[in-house]
T-cell receptor, first 113, second 110 residues
Framework: DADVTQTPRNRITKTGKRIMLECSQTKGHDRMYWYRQDPGLGLRLIYYSFDVKDINKGEISDGYSVSRQAQAKFSLSLESAIPNQTALYFC????????????FGPGTRLTVL | DAKTTQPTSMDCAEGRAANLPCNHSTISGNEYVYWYRQIHSQGPQYIIHGLKNNETNEMASLIITEDRKSSTLILPHATLRDTAVYYCIVRAYNNNDMRFGAGTRLTVKP
């Protein structure tokens, strides 16, 4: 089984709808991240969390919110989706401070019509 | 974190070494160089990292210049499965904010 899973893998929604993307990890890591990727561009950090009670804004947090329900789960919400939020979304996890490697999920392709 | 500059794309013949350059002229003394790759639209995959010494693992080698202002990732015997976008990232060891640029799109050709 994959260490980092994301659901759904694909989603099409309409402008103004609320949508939640979910991420789960089995690596026992404390730190989790949400990124978005637009075509031809690198990943940009949306939010990150260092433990259940910790939430931090990343480079592009406007229009998004997150919830860290448990060590293993980190959800990303779009309160009112808009077309320019159409993108590929990745969840990632890493160990404690200074950890070398981030482990990424398979991605969620979101289309907002 | 220091900014990196990479070529937009490169080609490499199958079986030959692929040498991917990265410039990071504003790197700070506590910043490491990391390389990740992304195959098609999958999640990025860690390859290797280094501070100032050259590093090698089962996937690749990393050569960092003495002044640390640039580095080269070497895939010694590229295969078709190495076709991907390669990202060079510079960040401090205790900073978990990974800043991905556009990367280099490597195409390995038969």
């Amino acid at each position: 089984d994959a260490d980092v899973t994301q659901t759904p893998r694909n989603r099409i929604t309409k402008t103004g709808k609320r949508i939640m993307l979910e991420c789960s990890q089995t690596k026992g890591h404390d730190r989790m991240y949400w990124y978005r990727q637009d075509p031809g561009l690198g990943l940009r950090l949306i939010y990150y969390s260092f433990d259940v009670k910790d939430i931090n804004k990343g480079e592009i947090s406007d229009g998004y919110s997150v919830s860290r329900q448990a060590q293993a789960k980190f959800s990303l919400s779009l309160e009112s989706a808009i077309p320019n939020q159409t993108a590929l979304y990745f969840c990632a996890t890493t160990g404690n401070q200074g950890a070398i490697e981030q482990f990424f999920g398979p991605g969620t392709r979101l289309t907002v019509l | 974190d220091a900014k990196t500059t990479q070529p937009t794309s490169m080609d490499c013949a199958e079986g030959r070494a692929a040498n991917l350059p990265c410039n990071h002229s504003t790197i700070s003394g506590n910043e490491y160089v990391y390389w990740y790759r992304q195959i098609h639209s999958q999640g990025p995959q860690y390859i290797i990292h280094g501070l100032k010494n050259n590093e090698t693992n089962e996937m690749a080698s990393l050569i960092i210049t003495e002044d640390r202002k640039s580095s080269t990732l070497i895939l010694p015997h590229a295969t078709l499965r190495d076709t991907a976008v390669y990202y060079c990232i510079v960040r401090a060891y205790n900073n978990n904010d990974m800043r991905f640029g556009a990367g280099t799109r490597l195409t390995v050709k038969p």
